[in-house]
């Protein structure tokens, strides 16, 4: 097609970015031997020696398609996947020397914190994230300090129970395998400080944050602002974090493109009477990109900052050039030169969500703008901020339901709240840190601060608790959400050409996600499985098509981590609200499908014999056999698992009939 060869023209960087990024997940998801694919390479680069003279038309085409599969080969070199280094082994506990890489943050029951960690044994220094017991924690331990450590650090592990949030890969992806629990003389506060740039910036971080503790007296709004501004969200509650999510404000609580954004137009307003001359222009370029990088220092170089300020560096060198590059150039240019400086960084959410909303501002804002013409001052930035919202909106929502499995139908009325509070937080802010020297200033400046984010936090809770504001329990497959990005391509290539042949495509498209769902709810209705949840209380999941049973042994309502962990399930496997069945109190019950006994639970053709044992008393650990009868022939599969993700008297099964799925749940498929 014509218009989108022309586009990808204009546009060298979305070919180049995107087999690149093709090549590094070639790598990540499949096993490629590395000497085949050297000497791929090697092929190319003689029949491009041997063809670069030809320039007739098919010679071009072959070129172009070997320098394709040339840049697909160099993402798959220099991809480097994290886990293909050797890892050290810590057999026994051992002494360490260890520099704290950021404040530790108070948690419920412990202090956390991430290490770096080196010794004799180590071949590098090993970062990871460290939780100290509060009995008697020593407080005065901050970033920068040098600690030695006894100890034995564990490999990072998930819980274990289906559908959770797989925090093992994602610490594997930012190249942290261990963790490490130090309790009281297990660790000691040397005399010595690190000195290193990272470090610097969270020392700094930290400096300014004490300086809003002073002035900020209430701990969620305090949490609120070091989010907004300085990108430090260690202290905010989950109950925060929720309705900032419900109501489609989640992406200002971290600091990144909106936030380097607004810093950006700030500078620009304040410095704009530089720009006068050739010598101005390059001046002020200086000066914005200067200070745009101390903004990304003094919030701690977090990586979505980084991101930000590197996108926001490119486009500003772009206009100092005056070269009529294309946006969407600059765009790609800075994602790749991300990219090479961290090939992981693709499987950050921030970092998709971030660029995938900037192209929906930049493509789609533009066109929904013009839809209406607004000459009122008022209501123009009232519709240009709906049209914002929605743009993002549109390229951000498939990833958005696969992440949260939620969608906020109240964004666009959030937005009218968050983005001009935000807004002017920032401005307080940078004006109360400016202002700190003089006491009384800053304290007035931090009262305004207060109020602002105590508004802005009963508004969005006001939002929040209305009737329909968000989308709950809505879950895509991998599959789906291609589906939908092809499906939003299609559109957008359509208005774009108007060719019926993209119309046709998205039809197409829309059928097949259409097929999909119904194959899903298929599964839905014949799905059986029996899930033992890895959790401190007794918890069995009993599952047949959309009915289903939660066996619990004393609970009659559960723990607010364990209907987390439940409304996974629900969500994913598309079942009804579980019906939860208490053991010491119904003693008897017989359903179609279901027969509880004091001692046993009859499901389908498993039997679950439950037993008490003595040796596990101190633990209160309770002692499950699974007993599987197929109805072809008896299998005397009998699993022994103990509630808390350990299991005992192993027994070699059958994969198909029984399924561990990971370390901690264990869950059993019935055919």
Known sequence: MPATRNIFQKIPFIRITGLFLIGIMLRW??????????????????????????????????????????????????????????????????YFLAEVCQKPAEKARTYQTAL??????????????????????????????????????????????????????????????????LTEGTYLKTENKVNRLGLKAE??????????TTSITEKEERSVVSALTLGYRTEIDQETID?????????????????????????????????????????????MISFLWIYAFISGFSPSVQRATVMFSFLIIGNLLRRPANIYNTLMASALFLILLNPLVIYDIG??????????????????????????????????????????????????LFYFNQFPNLFWLSNFVVIPATTLIIWLTIAFFIASPVQSISMLLGIFIQKTTHLMLEILKTIDALPYAVSQGIVLNPFQVLLLFACITVVLMFFASKQKGWMISGLVLILLFQVNGFVEKYKVLNQKAIIVYNSKNTLIHLINGRKNYLITNGLDTLPKTDIRMVKQVENHSKIDTPIIINRKKWFDLRTTDLVINPNTIQFLCCELELSYQSEYNSRGTEIIKLKVQNSNQVKNIIQTLTMGGTSSNRRKKDPTEFNIKNNGAYSLKIN
């Not at 004799?120 to 008697?136: D, G, M, Q, R």
């Open 351 to 400: 970092f998709q969500l971030s660029y995938l909303a900037v192209f929906g501002i930049i493509l789609i804002h533009p066109v929904l703008n013009k839809l209406i013409e607004v000459t009122n001052p008022v209501l123009k930035w009232i519709w240009s901020l709906t049209t914002v919202s929605i743009a993002a909106q549109l390229t951000t929502f498939p990833l958005g």
């Open 243 to 287: 309705y900032f999510a419900s109501t489609g404000a989640m992406h200002v609580l971290s600091v990144s493109g909106l936030h380097v954004a607004l810093i950006y137009f700030i500078l620009g307003f304040l410095l704009s009477f530089i720009k006068r001359g050739k010598a101005g222009s390059a001046i002020f370029a200086v000066l």
């Open 203 to 212: 020392q700094y971080r930290d400096k300014l944050i004490s300086l809003l």
């Open 116 to 181: 770096r960690i080196q010794n004799k044994s180590l071949i590098k220094p090993e970062k990871l994230i460290a939780y100290f017991s509060k009995t008697n924690f020593d407080t005065t331990i901050t970033t920068g300090d040098q600690l030695i450590l006894l100890a034995r650090p564990q490999k990072i592990r998930n819980y274990g129970n289906p559908y959770e949030i797989d925090y093992q890969s994602m610490m594997h992806k930012n190249d942290i395998w261990f963790s490490v629990y």
């Open 29 to 94: 998801y499949l096993t490629l031997d590395l000497r085949i694919a050297a000497i791929l390479c090697t092929t190319l680069i003689s029949i491009l020696i041997f063809l670069w003279r030809n320039s007739n038309y098919s010679a071009i085409k072959i070129q172009n398609l070997l320098i394709s599969v040339g840049i697909i080969l160099a993402g798959v070199f220099y991809s480097g996947k994290g886990q293909e280094r050797p890892l050290p082994s810590f057999g026994r506990k051992d």
